[in-house]
């Protein structure tokens, strides 16, 4: 990424950008939808490369993402540098509950940084350029879809949050592919702690039992094809469990959209300036 001014990086700096970005922060400082529709009016600096622009992502740093990986079909997750022409040796030996995951990006720098602004303060700024980049690798992975979902957050979490970032992003996706978006098909019944610390195993039987469709839903549910949206697939516990929850209550099939998937141990190693840190399913 360069360090070329543009015209509008000189126009704002001094006193106009301390004013942008005082109004950037009341804002963000709503928390509310409406909001995000301002905030991507004003002109602001990109949070990757600092150019100023409109929106939270310039063009030029969104299109670095747009390089497709061979990825496995099942569960996404980066084949480099052995791309296999079938499923990748985990979804072999234990094949997930969703028939396919599709994602955007690998769990990486600048995006993990970014990933978790999203999650704990600027969602609604953020949603609408994250949101599109999901949409584009749907896309070029055409799936019959009748509603969109989020992974939910418990009451609890949500009233810490104040939003749910995967419903952020479910709407933003749904706006671009014209499918309808649902947040009420799908409970969080019981509120989990951080998964952070736990194993693949232990994040399984965790986050058991934890969802549930209300039956008033269940009709809704009954043969259609559902994708459930998320920020991050880590060990894909979370999604597997929803995916679970959802082919019980009747759904035909269940396909996962993730902004980001968490790369296998070896690639994560080799990547420099990694945090060593896992990140969790589901927050
Ligand atoms: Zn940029
Ligand atoms: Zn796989």
């Given at each position: 990424m360069s360090g070329r001014v543009t015209p509008l990086r000189a126009i704002h700096r001094g006193r106009g950008a301390q004013y942008i970005e005082a109004m950037h922060s009341l804002a963000r400082s709503w928390?509310?939808?409406?909001?995000a529709g301002w905030l991507n009016a004003l002109p602001s600096q990109c949070?990757?490369?600092?150019?100023?622009?409109?929106?939270?992502?310039c063009e030029a740093c969104l299109s670095h993402t747009r390089r497709r990986v061979p990825r496995c079909?099942?569960?996404?997750?980066?084949?480099?540098p052995h791309p296999a022409p079938a499923h990748c040796v985990p979804c072999d030996d234990q094949t997930p509950e969703f028939d396919r995951a599709i994602t955007?990006?690998?769990?990486?720098q600048p995006w993990s940084t970014l990933l978790a602004r999203l999650k704990f303060s600027e969602g609604t700024a953020l949603a609408r350029p994250l949101g599109k980049l999901l949409a584009e690798a749907v896309s070029a992975r055409s799936t019959p879809v009748d509603f969109v979902l989020p992974v939910p957050l418990s009451t609890q979490r949500l009233r810490e949050r104040g939003y749910n970032q995967s419903w952020l992003l479910a709407q933003a996706v749904s706006r671009q592919l014209k499918l309808p978006a649902r947040?009420?098909?799908?409970?969080?019944?019981q509120h989990t702690e951080r998964?952070?610390?736990?194993?693949a195993e232990q994040r399984r039987a965790h986050i058991h039992g934890v969802f549930e469709v209300p039956s008033q839903a269940l009709p809704l549910i009954e043969g259609r094809h559902l994708a459930v949206v998320d920020d991050v697939m880590t060990t894909g516990a979370t999604l597997n469990e929803v995916s679970a929850t959802l082919l019980e209550a009747g759904a035909r099939s269940v396909s996962v959209w993730v902004l980001a998937r968490t790369p296998a141990p070896k690639q994560r190693k080799a990547s420099?300036?990694?945090?060593s840190t896992e990140p969790d399913d589901r927050l």
């Open positions: 928390s509310l939808a409406g909001a949070l990757i490369c600092r150019r100023w622009q409109r929106g939270a992502l079909p099942r569960c996404a997750i980066d084949l480099r955007a990006l690998d769990y990486a947040h009420d098909l799908l409970k969080r019944a998964l952070m610390t736990l194993d420099a300036g990694e945090r």
